[in-house]
């Protein structure tokens, strides 16, 4: 036998099994590749915080809802610990309820240009920040707190930068990274081009932002400049809404609106910030009186709602 012949009869036998491999019943078999989300519905505790639930009940609630992510209050964890339970317990907790924390709300005054309280403010953070490691939670709120009253002075922006920087470092070490919250009522980090200009001055490849559909309306930014921001800067986003009731000037935090239920250019905006690669968390940060005084399950059972809506089509 010839080795053409021998050749002939091997491609042969491999194209059969090749296509034997490949029939319908097995392609019917494969798996079929999913759509990665872009968002990630996420609620901050602040939007029940009114109703003085405590960490367990909190995250009960907002499991029941379907939430599977959230943004927890350090002030309510370490109540929490407090009453004699452990970071052990909480991270069992967490289990029990199949809820991720995405982020942590805090406020150590980091910023603050008096040396001394400065210090004792980033020793207050790093304290947190290690509790926040042993319950799995990777982020933390870092807002102007301290700078953040009327009549505050301001806060020269390249040693916000270096101080930005020095909590960045601490993150490096705890694995907790502080996410740059811009406050449009501040008279520091009220605009989004201060709050990018700290994040890149801190020289620091961990920098992320933390923005909101309120702040930057609060703060005359907008959302205009929001494709200069860069897609890795971004990894949380707080979404609300605001109504024709108010003013930028007269509007405060206290009358944010579930999404949908206000004028802010939501979809628009969630569209200049989705990217392809991951999704962003997307974490509701209400503080209504009103929903305050509905039960808290109905608020987060809402909150759910008025989210899965918000994304739809965007």
Not at 112 to 128: F, M, N, P, T, Y
Request: glycine share 8%; charged share 20%.
């Amino acid at each position: 036998m010839s080795q053409s012949i021998t050749r002939r009869q091997t491609l042969a036998a491999l194209t059969a099994s090749v296509g034997a491999s490949f029939s319908s019943n097995s392609l019917d078999a494969m798996p079929v590749p999913t759509a990665q989300p872009s968002f990630t519905l996420c609620l901050n505790m602040s939007t029940i915080r009114g109703h003085k639930l405590g960490f367990v009940k909190e995250l009960e609630v907002a499991s029941k809802a379907g939430f599977r992510s959230v943004e927890i209050w350090v002030e309510t964890l370490q109540t929490y610990l407090k009453s004699g339970a452990t970071t052990a317990d909480a991270r069992k907790v967490l289990s029990d309820t199949g809820i991720k924390v995405e982020n942590a709300i805090g406020f150590a005054p980091w910023i603050i240009d008096d040396e001394a309280a400065r210090a004792k403010g980033v020793a207050q953070l790093k304290s947190e920040m290690e509790m926040l490691a042993e319950v799995g939670c990777k982020r933390v709120a870092t807002p102007p707190i301290g700078a953040q009253s009327p009549g505050s002075p301001k806060i020269d922006l390249y040693k916000a930068a270096e101080r930005y920087r020095a909590i960045l470092e601490i993150g490096d070490k705890t694995g907790v990274v502080p996410q740059l919250e811009l406050w449009g009522f501040s008279p520091n980090l009220s605009r989004l081009g201060e709050v990018m200009f700290v994040a890149i001055e801190s020289g620091h490849p961990s920098a992320r932002v933390l923005l909101d559909i309120y702040h930057l309306y609060k703060g005359g930014s907008g959302n205009v400049s929001l494709p200069l921001v860069g897609k890795p800067a971004i990894e949380v986003f707080h979404v609300n809404d605001y109504t024709a009731d108010f003013t930028r000037e007269k509007i405060t935090d206290a009358d944010r609106v579930f999404p949908g239920d206000g004028v802010a250019p939501i979809k628009e905006t969630l569209k200049l910030i989705k990217r392809p690669d991951r999704p962003i968390v997307l974490s509701l940060e209400v503080f209504n009186k009103m929903y305050y005084a509905q039960e808290a399950q109905v608020v987060a059972n809402t909150a759910m709602a008025k989210m899965k809506a918000m994304v739809a089509g965007v």
